[in-house]
């Protein structure tokens, strides 16, 4: 088992820090809609599947000023987490979950049970997911030593073994040897801070390399497969990913190495038919000009801070999803696994 990145106990919201790792392992506690929408917004809790949860449980805690809770509550809660982060998917469909019980139960009193039980769920389902995506996907990697990863999409993302680790975790449960190698991902280090961290701490092997290093070590022939995750897909399998995502995606296919996908059928957006038209996140500048305190950019210069980029289906060798796998993904493959 991974580390539990979230909980919800004693009516509060319990996050891994995930700005805090690896230097330290801190518990936050949410006890607010409004500090759980900092919490996913300074990326306390991050990771697609993850960001749903959270703020399904945001839900729960949502009440008036007085202290009361109330329908009305519970719709200005949902409107307002829904601000938090533009681009992962997973937000909007576990609130829109959590929408949907709102307008369904007539009893105000019996709200706040109905609403805890939806956010449990989703929570319980996204469990089952981590399993069944790291089923399918050891299938694919099954004859594979070295995975090249780009981001965190492991239990820091999700609620256990994540989507695009849980592969490697079902392999190395089963004592197949495989080692993962993993991209810094700047500009706020997922991959080096949080993927190393998880991965050693289920002894799994890990080396991190700076994100300039990934053409390289495929050039060299070294790395068997890459295996990322997603915080959206459009319905034509275009997916939107921690930025870098994109060139590693050439990359791989310049040198003939799969790339997979792997991501939950709560990511997908059949909503959008491609992927130019999924909302691209832009950060602050002082991510990249003066991370950690340090002032690496002069004041003079302007920054460009977008946390995603998206990369074509035709660059995907196959998109993994906790109900099956795509090879070579279209929106007609897509709709069919998915019963769109």
């Given at each position: 088992?991974t ?21 330290e ?6 006890e607010?809609?409004e500090q ?12 697609a599947?993850?960001?749903?949860i959270a ?22 809660a949902?409107e ?11 937000l ?11 307008d369904?139960?007539d ?10 039980c ?8 996204d469990r089952q ?34 989507t695009?680790l849980?592969?490697i975790?079902h ?9 993962v190698?993993?991209?810094?991902t700047?500009?706020?280090?997922q ?8 991965l ?9 390399l ?6 390289s070590?495929?050039q060299?022939g070294q790395?068997?497969?890459v295996?990322?995750?997603?915080d ?9 990913n921690?930025?870098?995502?994109y ?8 040198h003939d190495v ?5 991501a939950?059928s709560?990511?997908?957006?059949r909503a ?7 909302p ?10 003066n ?12 920054v ?9 289906a035709?660059?995907?060798?196959a ?8 090879a ?5 493959k ?7």
């Amino acid at each position: 088992m991974t580390t539990q990145t979230l909980a919800f106990n004693n009516g509060c919201l319990d996050l891994i820090d995930q700005t805090r790792l690896p230097t330290e392992l801190v518990t936050l506690r949410c006890e607010n809609v409004e500090q759980t929408f900092d919490a996913i917004q300074r990326l306390v809790v991050r990771g697609a599947p993850a960001i749903g949860i959270a703020a399904a449980y945001g839900v729960c805690l949502a009440c008036q000023p007085d202290g009361k809770r109330s329908r009305q509550s519970y719709l200005d809660a949902i409107e307002y987490l829904a601000k938090s982060r533009p681009t992962a998917v997973n937000l909007f469909w576990a609130l829109d979950r959590m929408n949907a019980i709102v307008d369904s139960v007539d009893d105000d009193d019996a709200l706040p049970d109905r609403l805890l039980c939806e956010a449990t769920t989703i929570h319980d389902e996204d469990r089952q997911m981590c399993r069944d995506i790291g089923r399918h996907g050891a299938e694919l990697l099954a004859d594979c030593h070295r995975v090249l990863t780009h981001c965190n999409a492991g239990g820091l993302a999700t609620s256990m073994w994540g989507t695009a680790l849980a592969p490697i975790y079902h392999l190395h449960e089963s004592g197949h040897a495989i080692e993962v190698f993993a991209d810094e991902t700047r500009p706020l280090l997922q991959g080096a801070r949080l993927t190393a961290w998880e991965l050693s701490e289920a002894g799994v092997p890990v080396t991190v390399l700076t994100d300039s290093m990934s053409g390289s070590l495929l050039q060299s022939g070294q790395i068997d497969a890459v295996i990322v995750g997603a915080d959206r897909i459009a319905a034509n399998g275009d997916a939107a990913n921690k930025i870098g995502t994109y060139p590693l995606a050439v990359l791989a296919r310049y040198h003939d190495v799969p790339f997979y996908v792997a991501a939950p059928s709560s990511t997908f957006d059949r909503a959008l038919p491609s992927g130019d038209l999924i909302p691209i996140e832009q950060r602050g500048r002082d991510e990249v000009a003066n991370p950690h305190g340090v002032k690496l950019v002069p004041d003079a210069a302007n920054v460009i801070n977008p946390a995603f980029d998206v990369t074509p289906a035709d660059l995907i060798t196959a998109i993994i999803t906790e109900r099956g796998t795509v090879a070579k993904p279209c929106r007609e493959k897509l709709a069919s696994l998915l019963q769109w």
